[in-house]
């Protein structure tokens, strides 16, 4: 005998539960076609991992943590997130815009509350996937995406003129102070040898890269300077020893008393994290054929990469989106590529620590300095600010708090400046106009008295809260007349203030014995006036509400004109 399954709404809540489980979760046909030609994918993978190690160790040095940090992150978090991600090209690890909210972590808890910051950043992020967040970034206006990657790209830029101009010691809260205090500190004791190295490995990728895009000029330009540092025994910083290996998992970052106050940071990571990942994944949908990934999905492979990267003393990870486009220009095809990449980075780790001490540091700084100016795309910046004055407005303050605080703060100052001026057009764009009565079929004596008596408006657009009052000054001048008409079918949208605001200016003109009466009200708008008790003020019974204009017409011919002339046109129902 089987046992009786359950029934009822626990039954429903745990189907829907597992539901949301399994679609969150990797599934075998996504490997298929990797199975049975991989080749495609593994040559991708190669690339990509080439132009990510010099990217790994200079974000993680950038971090704070160091360059070791940098490529756990990009081999931990990058497997974990190739296997569990939304998106079949995504490639994660380390990024600038990570590193800058970063830095003033580090300065203020440490490397351990770095750690915490990111696994508790983890939780959250799953926490989002499974609340269904992800699929609020297509609601993310362009010029707020345009306006925080320039803004990313300076901050990237400034973070690494210490680096490049060799200043170990450069002071400042902020980036652009370092950068700034790096400057002064080079002018009074300048050298040319650091700038000069920072500046041809830039170089080298830009050029490179613009006639060459399918080879790393990246990583060559890095080997070529180790090179040249190592032959002619050049006095510069190096990245220094690195451990041969990943260290054991760990929690031992993790103190009780410390968590309370490292909450707010990690929610800056988690935001951060998942609006990164969740752009480069659109990036990548529009560069490949077809393709298209699951938001709340990536958002939960995100939060198991940052969940895992800590343990192993790895920095919060996002989608990375250069090294993305990366790996959908060389042509990859499934989730393999990414994970091949992550391989690569660890064979590195093992096989290859020692090469990686040697690397000179002003090289990294040349090679973030070249990603900056890849990152920037000027087409787009310049269509914006050909679009609107308000588009314009929202990328240039989100650039500049970008640069000038923090990215979180960026975004949530970009999308408001973007919410107020659209709010600001959807309230322009309503509008109230007086109308002409249909009198087609009325005498000809009729129709001076209804124009004198009668009066009808039509109210277009949305009646919400920032267009409202100036509705209420247009209709509150009305004179002189016996019935007001209010044709609503062009409504678009009403709010809890647009039907106060409605139901004021009702009470206001049957104080001057003006009638009014509502035609072609849709349903759902009528909700919000019952609700606020629009139809109460003299009218309990709604006679006052019409389903069509002519009804609304003829039953004011019933009000004004000597009942002799009135014929009854009740039952008309013309448009």
């Known amino acids: 005998m089987t046992e009786p399954t359950p029934t009822g709404p626990a039954e429903s809540a745990l189907v829907r539960a597992a539901r949301s489980v399994a679609a969150l979760l990797p599934r075998w046909g996504e490997w298929t076609p990797a199975s049975g030609a991989p080749g495609a994918d593994l040559l991708a993978g190669l690339i990509v991992a080439l132009v990510a190690l010099p990217l790994a160790l200079g974000f993680g040095i950038s971090s704070g943590l160091g360059a070791a940090a940098g490529l756990t992150t990009a081999v931990i978090a990058g497997a974990v997130a190739a296997v569990f991600g939304g998106s079949r090209f995504q490639v994660s690890g380390p990024t600038g815009a990570m590193t800058v909210v970063l830095v003033p972590i580090v300065g203020q808890y440490g490397p351990t509350g770095v750690l915490a910051v990111g696994l508790i950043a983890g939780l959250v992020l799953v926490v989002l996937a499974f609340a269904g967040v992800g699929r609020a970034v297509r609601y993310m206006p362009a010029p707020v995406i345009e306006g925080f990657t320039a803004g990313i790209a300076v901050v990237i830029a400034l973070q690494q003129f210490p680096a490049a101009l060799g200043i170990a010691d450069a002071a400042g809260e902020k980036v652009w102070q370092s950068a700034a205090d790096a400057v002064h500190q080079f002018a009074q004791k300048p050298s040319l040898l650091t700038p000069a190295t920072a500046l041809a490995v830039a170089v080298v990728i830009l050029v490179g890269g613009r006639y060459l895009p399918r080879i790393p000029f990246s990583l060559i330009a890095v080997a070529a300077a180790t090179l040249i540092a190592q032959l002619f025994h050049l006095d510069i910083a190096r990245i220094g020893a690195i451990p041969a290996g990943f260290a054991a998992p760990t929690l031992s970052f993790l103190h009780v008393g410390e968590l309370t106050s490292l909450i707010a940071p990690a929610l800056a990571v988690a935001a951060l994290a998942a609006l990164e990942s969740l752009l480069s994944a659109t990036a990548a949908d529009s560069m490949a054929v077809g393709a298209r990934h699951n938001p709340d999905r990536e958002l939960f492979g995100q939060g198991l990469a940052n969940i895992a990267a800590p343990l192993f003393g790895g920095v919060p990870a996002t989608g990375a989106i250069a090294r993305t486009a990366v790996n959908v220009r060389s042509g990859a095809r499934t989730r393999l590529a990414a994970l091949t990449h992550a391989v690569i980075l660890a064979a590195i780790v093992y096989l ?224």
Not at 413 to 428: E, M, P, Q, S, Y
Not at 442 to 454: N, T
Not at 496 to 512: M, N, P, S, W, Y
């Open 352 to 575: 290859a620590a020692g090469l990686v001490a040697q690397i000179p540091l002003a090289a990294l700084a040349g090679v973030l300095l070249a990603t900056t100016v890849r990152m920037v795309e000027t087409a787009s910046i310049l269509a914006i600010t050909r679009a609107t004055r308000a588009d314009t407005i929202v990328m240039v303050a989100t650039f500049l708090v970008t640069v000038v605080f923090d990215l979180v703060t960026a975004v949530a100052v970009g999308v408001g400046f973007a919410a107020v001026l659209a709010l600001r057009a959807v309230a322009k764009s309503a509008r109230i106009e007086q109308v002409p009565l249909d009198t087609d079929d009325h005498l000809a004596e009729e129709h001076d008295l209804l124009r004198e008596h009668i009066v009808a408006y039509r109210i277009d657009g949305a009646l919400f809260f920032a267009a409202a009052h100036r509705f209420l000054l247009e209709l509150a001048d009305v004179s002189d007349v016996k019935v007001v008409i209010l044709r609503m079918s062009r409504i678009t949208t009403i709010d809890a203030t647009g039907a106060i605001v409605l139901k004021d200016v009702i009470t206001k003109l049957e104080h001057r014995h003006i009638t009014v009466l509502i035609s072609g009200a849709k349903p759902e708008h009528l909700r919000p006036l019952e609700a606020l008790g629009v139809f109460t003020t003299t009218d309990s019974e709604q006679r006052h509400l019409f389903d069509t204009t002519p009804r609304a017409i003829a039953y004011a011919r019933m009000l004004v004109l000597p009942e002799h002339h009135y014929t009854s046109t009740m039952n008309e129902d013309r448009p």
